[in-house]
């Protein structure tokens, strides 16, 4: 069993909550995370960006204009791309209605709000870093923020905090500011190009729909550079058969919106 498996404590795939349990709660907040905690799930996704004025802030899209009020509040500021707003702008938002009544008033969290909940709930991050080339340094920021925070003991790196990015240079400039970091490349990358990219990620995580049993195993036949197998966190399967279909090909992780299906579809096999 690989490093992730063991720390699930079970058989199947680590389960990963997307963007928090986010076909429950609106995702990217703290009630996202409150909910898969709620439902056992120990680890939880989210992406990290950042505002005009320098904070790291945990939401998905560049503008704020889907996931939060930023239409009202803000009328004349199209297109709401975060790295406009300043932090204080920011922290007025709804980032809970347009998901349901039930959440309204839910804030964009800042990264370092985010991080103290999911510690709170005693769970695991993994953490991507959204669109770097739009935040130059952010690799750098985001070490210190989870160093204030606590997150860059021993205790946490060594199964409790996965940094992961599409961009590659971002990925390598995680590893190479703090090597002690475990790390994630996202996307499916040839299998000829693998061999560079284990010098510096822990994982490749693949959408589920680019699989085979084939490119997983690959994957796993590389050492990574803490030493072991490479691993792989799938994304993002939200129903039973595609959770056993996905489990099947012997991945790593599952990451979805709906964790509770896939842990019932995935234990026991
Ligand atoms: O963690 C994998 C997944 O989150 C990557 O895609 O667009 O949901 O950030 P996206
Ligand atoms: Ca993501």
Same mark, same amino acid.
């Given at each position: 069993? /690989?490093?992730?498996?063991?720390?699930?404590? %079970?058989?199947?795939? =680590?389960?990963?909550?997307?963007?928090?349990? /986010?076909?429950?709660?609106?995702?990217?907040?703290?009630?996202?995370?409150?909910?898969?905690?709620?439902?056992?799930?120990? #680890?939880?996704?989210?992406?990290? &960006? *950042?505002? $005009?004025?320098?904070?790291?802030? @945990?939401?998905?899209?560049?503008?704020? *204009?889907?996931?939060?009020?930023?239409?009202?509040?803000?009328?004349?500021?199209?297109? #709401?791309?975060?790295?406009?707003?300043?932090?204080?702008?920011?922290?007025?938002?709804?980032?809970?209605? #347009?998901?349901?009544?039930?959440?309204?008033?839910?804030?964009?969290?800042? !990264?370092?709000?985010? =991080?103290?909940? @999911?510690?709170?709930?005693?769970?695991?991050?993994?953490?991507?870093? $959204?669109?770097?080339?739009?935040?130059? +340094?952010?690799?750098?920021?985001?070490? $210190?923020?989870? +160093?204030?925070?606590?997150?860059?003991?021993?205790?946490?790196?060594?199964?409790?905090?996965?940094? &992961?990015?599409?961009?590659?240079? /971002? =990925?390598?400039?995680?590893?190479? !500011?703090?090597?002690?970091? $475990?790390? +994630?490349? !996202?996307?499916?990358?040839?299998?000829?190009?693998?061999?560079?990219?284990?010098?510096?990620?822990?994982?490749?995580?693949?959408?589920?729909?680019?699989?085979?049993?084939?490119?997983?195993?690959?994957? &796993?036949?590389?050492?990574?550079?803490?030493?072991?197998?490479?691993?792989?966190?799938? #994304?993002?399967?939200?129903?039973?058969?595609?959770?056993?279909?996905?489990?099947?090909? +012997?991945?790593?992780?599952?990451?979805?919106?709906?964790?509770?299906?896939?842990?019932?579809?995935?234990? %026991? &096999?």
């Amino acid at each position: 069993a /690989s490093s992730a498996q063991a720390s699930h404590g %079970g058989p199947g795939p =680590v389960v990963i909550a997307h963007r928090g349990a /986010s076909a429950y709660a609106p995702e990217n907040t703290l009630a996202a995370v409150d909910k898969a905690a709620e439902l056992g799930i120990d #680890w939880v996704e989210n992406d990290v &960006q *950042r505002t $005009k004025d320098g904070e790291l802030v @945990v939401i998905h899209d560049d503008s704020l *204009r889907r996931t939060t009020d930023v239409e009202e509040v803000f009328p004349g500021r199209a297109p #709401w791309k975060v790295k406009d707003f300043t932090a204080a702008e920011i922290a007025r938002l709804d980032a809970g209605s #347009w998901f349901g009544a039930a959440y309204a008033g839910a804030r964009v969290p800042t !990264l370092e709000q985010y =991080v103290a909940r @999911v510690e709170r709930h005693r769970q695991k991050l993994l953490l991507e870093i $959204k669109s770097p080339e739009l935040y130059p +340094g952010i690799e750098r920021e985001t070490l $210190k923020v989870l +160093g204030n925070e606590g997150w860059l003991d021993r205790r946490h790196v060594a199964g409790r905090l996965i940094v &992961q990015s599409f961009s590659a240079d /971002s =990925v390598r400039t995680v590893h190479e !500011l703090k090597p002690a970091v $475990k790390t +994630g490349l !996202l996307g499916t990358p040839a299998v000829a190009d693998l061999p560079a990219y284990a010098g510096f990620a822990d994982q490749i995580n693949p959408s589920h729909d680019s699989l085979s049993l084939g490119y997983v195993s690959a994957v &796993q036949a590389f050492t990574g550079p803490h030493g072991r197998p490479m691993e792989v966190f799938a #994304w993002t399967v939200d129903d039973a058969a595609g959770a056993r279909l996905t489990a099947g090909y +012997g991945v790593d992780g599952i990451i979805t919106n709906r964790p509770d299906v896939v842990l019932a579809a995935t234990r %026991g &096999q």
